[in-house]
């Protein structure tokens, strides 16, 4: 059976199995997650999910078992530390992902492995394990299910997500290939993540991942103390795949089962892409494209007439002209590119000052702000046929630009086939550390200098260099 495949190849896998090439992306990925949440922690939403945690359960745990809010001093149950951390990780629209599997990876992986290898001071080889292991079975499963599963408004973090952190913890508390397999069937049934959550402009989009982490862990867990899972949980008549992916034209029968197995243990870890920009990941080729067209304009963007933003269709649904808050404005196509021509710059620090000085409000006194809503109240977005149909291969945009006749009387024009941090076109680690201090400006960037060689440490050592100890 499918799972049962699987659950040997974690049970079996050995960190000397690892490429350099998937050591290196794996190191480069939890310095990205690392500097991601240690910011992300400040938000409001990691924040009420720790004073949540705090209400209630202080002074309700006896166990010894502690683990690292990340950013904070606080300790706290694995579980609990694991889940706030999922939370911070996916809060800033920053954390890594992959392309075709439609799935953010690092936000689940290093909050289930980090707490587990903390609280039971496990080696930083143990570590890469699970993480890598992670890695190669969520861009399996998200190949597998999407875009079906993402069309039909499934967050595949969220779901997929589950199975993921199951399999991470499931490697570190050394289960069994038969409790492994309990385990995913337990984090199949609990699998959750709607893209309405998104779309509403709500807090419940970096819930899902929060929540992912919690279930896989609290699976596995489960699954080592005897708890049973469904086996099938995954290809079955009323699994995953019938429900929530293929629905009536699913037969399993059918499913090439032996073509996605023979996959294992050969994804490629370094296909994963890292953000530069806290936009969804759908925006990203837009915002690159008029970032270019920033450059041949300059500050003149007071003479644009009008713009258009040619992309592929799942690109395009992102067009909320009225972002009501910072959750709507991550989502807006847009604002993206408005923000793009007129500031020349997409940071979290310069959104947030936009933000103060009235982006989202009715009213601004700031020139700049009122730049970017004139933009946008000009601005048309396009699904464009021939674009998508180079999706997900490609995620094209195609940014066009009429100038007044005071200022060129011409249209400009430029298109991304591949934004900024794709394998394709890739970042350097200086970018991705320059990238941790634009986000940290205060942490002592010497500190991350233990992650190049974890892999001779305890991971609580680890956490306790990178905590500034």
Same mark, same amino acid.
């Given at each position: 059976m499918f799972l049962q495949n699987i659950s040997k190849f974690i049970s079996n896998y050995?960190?000397?199995?690892?490429?350099?090439?998937?050591?290196?992306?794996?190191?480069?990925?939890?310095?990205?997650?690392?500097?991601?949440?240690y910011r992300g922690i400040g938000e409001d939403a990691p924040q009420i999910a720790c004073n949540t945690v705090e209400e209630i359960f202080n002074g309700n745990s006896n166990l010894n078992l502690r683990a690292s809010v990340i950013g904070t001093r606080i300790k706290?149950?694995?579980?609990?530390?694991?889940?706030?951390?999922?939370?911070?990780?996916?809060? =800033?629209?920053?954390?890594?992902?992959?392309?075709?599997?439609?799935?953010?990876?690092?936000?689940?992986?290093?909050?289930?492995?980090?707490?587990?290898?903390?609280?039971?001071?496990?080696?930083?080889?143990?570590?890469?394990?699970?993480?890598?292991?992670?890695?190669?079975?969520?861009?399996? =499963?998200?190949?597998?299910?999407?875009?079906?599963?993402?069309?039909?408004?499934?967050?595949?973090?969220?779901?997929?997500?589950?199975?993921?952190?199951?399999?991470?913890?499931s490697k570190l508390l050394k289960?069994?290939?038969?409790?492994?397999?309990?385990a995913l069937g337990l984090c199949g049934t609990q699998a959750a993540g709607l893209l309405e959550s998104d779309h509403g402009g709500s807090m419940g989009k970096s819930l899902h991942v929060g929540k992912a982490v919690y279930n896989g862990i609290l699976s596995a867990y489960l699954a080592r103390n005897g708890f049973t899972g469904s086996e099938t949980i995954f290809e079955g008549a009323e699994g995953f795949l019938k429900t929530m992916?293929?629905?009536?034209?699913?037969?399993?029968?059918?499913?090439?089962?032996?073509?996605?197995?023979?996959?294992?243990?050969?994804?490629?870890?370094?296909?994963?892409?890292?953000?530069?920009?806290?936009?969804?990941?759908?925006?990203?080729?837009?915002?690159?494209?008029? =970032?270019? =067209?920033?450059?041949?304009i300059g500050e003149e963007y007071d003479h644009i007439q009008n713009v258009a933003v040619k992309t592929y269709s799942v690109a395009a649904e992102h067009n909320n002209y009225n972002p009501k808050n910072i959750e709507e404005l991550r989502q807006s196509l847009p604002y993206a590119v408005a923000i793009s021509l007129v500031v020349g710059e997409v940071s979290v620090d310069g959104i947030n000052q936009l933000i103060e000085f009235g982006l989202l409000d009715n009213y601004s006194t700031v020139d700049k702000v009122n730049s970017i809503k004139n933009l946008v109240n000009h601005m048309v977005i396009v699904s464009d046929d021939k674009l998508n149909e180079l999706y997900p291969d490609k995620r094209p945009s195609n940014v066009i630009i009429k100038l007044d006749k005071s200022f060129r009387n011409g249209v400009f024009q430029n298109i991304t086939l591949l934004p900024k941090g794709d394998f394709e076109n890739p970042f350097q680690l200086r970018e991705l550390i320059d990238k941790f201090k634009a986000l940290n400006p205060q942490y002592d960037i010497s500190n991350l200098t233990v992650i190049d060689s974890l892999e001779d440490y305890t991971m609580k050592f680890v956490v306790r260099k990178l905590n500034g100890g």
């Open positions: 050995r960190y000397e199995q690892a490429t350099i090439e998937s050591v290196t992306t794996v190191k480069a990925a939890f310095l990205d997650f690392f500097g991601v949440t706290a149950d694995v579980l609990h530390a694991a889940f706030i951390n999922g939370i911070s990780a996916h809060v =800033l629209e920053l954390d890594d992902g992959h392309r075709k599997a439609q799935i953010h990876l690092g936000s689940v992986i290093f909050p289930t492995a980090l707490a587990i290898a903390e609280a039971y001071d496990l080696s930083g080889k143990e570590f890469m394990e699970a993480v890598i292991v992670g890695y190669e079975v969520g861009i399996l =499963l998200g190949q597998i299910v999407n875009p079906e599963h993402r069309n039909k408004g499934f967050h595949t973090t969220g779901t997929i997500g589950a199975f993921v952190a199951g399999v991470v913890a289960l069994d290939e038969e409790q492994i397999l309990n992916v293929f629905d009536d034209e699913y037969k399993q029968e059918d499913f090439l089962f032996e073509d996605a197995l023979h996959d294992v243990g050969k994804v490629r870890v370094r296909d994963i892409y890292f953000k530069k920009y806290p936009f969804c990941r759908h925006l990203h080729s837009s915002i690159d494209t008029a =970032l270019k =067209l920033k450059a041949s």
